[in-house]
């Protein structure tokens, strides 16, 4: 007996962090999202992969071998990924499955080239919780605070604003993010799409044992969520979705390396990274380095709580492109500058890198990297991969 078999394009809600790149990609408009999660249609995704590469998360890397199609209804379901169904394998239908397995590594092996592997969490990372709100059953936190972290005259309004959850459970770790729900409804008339933010703060809140959160917000001109965000008042309600994300985590060793990377609001994920590691491991054995680039020091959020922190805890390379009379040195040009002391942490098998910040930044980054492990005789193509798939390199840009 014959039995039809599909391979089917399937999206991970455990950890999309519903950035929506994966719908602006798709040429064919196969991906679309509700309120819970971002899905693919069957009927017209055409295995192009061009989604794969602009992924941050690897969320969109995923694939099963069906006898009849998901559809988008359970999909929109799902909180995790259903487990690989038992298909026949012998005869024709066996034959059938192998060369759709066979056929579907390829194209991942090939859409993958560069990207150094899978992302995947760190392994001592802490397990996270993902999709516990959504447009459906929505989050309400009230803001405590909205702090302006730009000086006046800077070109651009970037606020630390401080969310508080009351009685409602809303756990998150550091690195993950959640949804902003702005009010109202778009030009088409529908609800505005959640916008995503990453968490500030660490567990256990932006104090320590309060059930908040804190966000680093840029203000957009035209940025609907942003402004939104920006102009609350102390006591307005928000709307929360997430949290989301289950791989750019940090590790819980205290004897890991982690190397930080971002620009702008990217510091945000490290802002919680650094007051985890001091709260909880202040006397760690492992080192924490700061690349962080803005273009001038008005305009780079938290820069005076950076001038407090300890360099025995925190080692900071702050990089400004646009002041005036000074060269410009942008994130990649100050990882070449400190070649040797970066080449050094990559060495080390318990190094974790995270890049975080405007969509673009990794290739400079990554240029950087590979110039650095040239000189120091190691394979930058390798090691990237290697600690790709080790939970230990990771990208998140937007």
Not at 35 to 64: F, K
Request: with cysteine.
């Amino acid at each position: 007996m014959t039995v039809a078999v599909i391979k089917q394009h399937l999206i991970d809600p455990e950890i999309c962090i519903r950035c929506n790149t994966c719908e602006e990609t798709c040429p064919v408009d196969a991906v679309t999202h509700d309120g819970m999660n971002y899905v693919v249609d069957a009927s017209i995704c055409n295995h192009c992969m061009d989604c794969i590469s602009p992924c941050p998360t690897g969320s969109i890397d995923n694939w099963r071998v069906v006898t009849q199609a998901y559809t988008l209804e359970e999909q929109f379901s799902w909180e995790e990924l259903p487990k690989q169904e038992e298909i026949a394998a012998n005869g024709d239908a066996g034959e059938a499955v192998e060369a759709l397995e066979d056929e579907i590594s390829a194209l991942l092996d090939e859409a993958r080239k560069g990207l150094g592997g899978k992302p995947v969490a760190p392994r001592s990372a802490s397990k996270p919780t993902v999709n516990l709100y959504n447009r459906s059953k929505l989050a309400v936190a009230t803001v405590t605070g909205n702090l302006r972290l730009t000086e006046a005259d800077a070109d651009s309004d970037v606020r630390h604003i401080i969310l508080d959850f009351g009685d409602q459970p809303f756990p998150v770790l550091e690195g993950q993010s959640i949804g902003i729900v702005a009010p109202g409804v778009g030009s088409d008339g529908k609800p505005h799409v959640a916008r995503l933010y990453s968490v500030a703060s660490p567990r256990g809140g932006e104090k320590p044992n309060t059930n908040n959160l804190a966000l680093t917000v840029k203000r957009e001109p035209d940025g609907v969520c942003s402004n939104y965000l920006c102009d609350l008042p102390r006591g307005a309600k928000v709307e929360v979705t997430g949290p989301f994300g289950a791989t750019f985590l940090m590790p819980d060793d205290p004897s890991a390396h982690i190397i930080m990377i971002c620009t702008g609001t990217g510091s945000a994920p490290f802002r919680g990274f650094t007051e985890r590691r001091r709260r909880a491991m202040p006397d760690a054995p492992g080192k924490l380095m700061l690349f962080f680039g803005a273009r001038r020091p008005q305009e780079l959020p938290y820069f005076g709580p950076l001038q407090r922190v300890p360099a025995k805890l925190l080692t900071q390379h702050l990089c400004y492109s646009r002041v005036p009379n000074e060269p410009r040195v942008y994130v990649q040009d100050r990882i070449r500058s400190e070649m040797a002391s970066v080449a050094e942490l990559l060495r080390n098998e318990g190094t974790h890198v995270y890049i975080c910040g405007l969509k673009g930044m990794e290739s400079g980054v990554d240029e950087a990297f590979a110039d650095t492990c040239r000189a120091a005789s190691i394979d930058w193509a390798d090691l990237k991969r290697a600690m790709r798939e080790s939970g230990r390199y990771h990208v998140e840009t937007y």
